[in-house]
């Protein structure tokens, strides 16, 4: 039982460490790093190009549907986003 916990357990940081590596470097990395990929693959936001304005009504939606973005880190999110990820 402890073995299979931590297997889980080891899946799960290696999910979420490929994750993170996805992503560029920059302001905001981190919390997209951490509270995107619980509910997305990360491709699915590295294919993503989108205006500021599309990222944050992205955001404020995937806010409204439950992501733990706090609210004073909302705009740095947005920011990383646009700035990493802009229209193609």
Request: net charge negative; charged share 15%.
């Amino acid at each position: 039982m402890r073995l299979a916990l931590a297997s889980t357990i080891a899946v799960c940081a290696s999910t979420a460490a490929l994750a993170q590596d996805a992503f560029p470097p920059g302001d905001g990395h981190d919390l997209v790093a951490q509270n995107c990929v619980q509910c997305h693959a990360a491709d699915v936001i590295t294919n993503s190009g989108k205006s500021r304005e599309d990222w944050a009504a992205t955001v404020s939606t995937m806010v409204s549907n439950g992501a733990a973005i706090p609210g004073p880190e909302i705009g740095k999110v947005v920011d990383y986003l646009a700035k990493s990820f802009p229209p193609k």
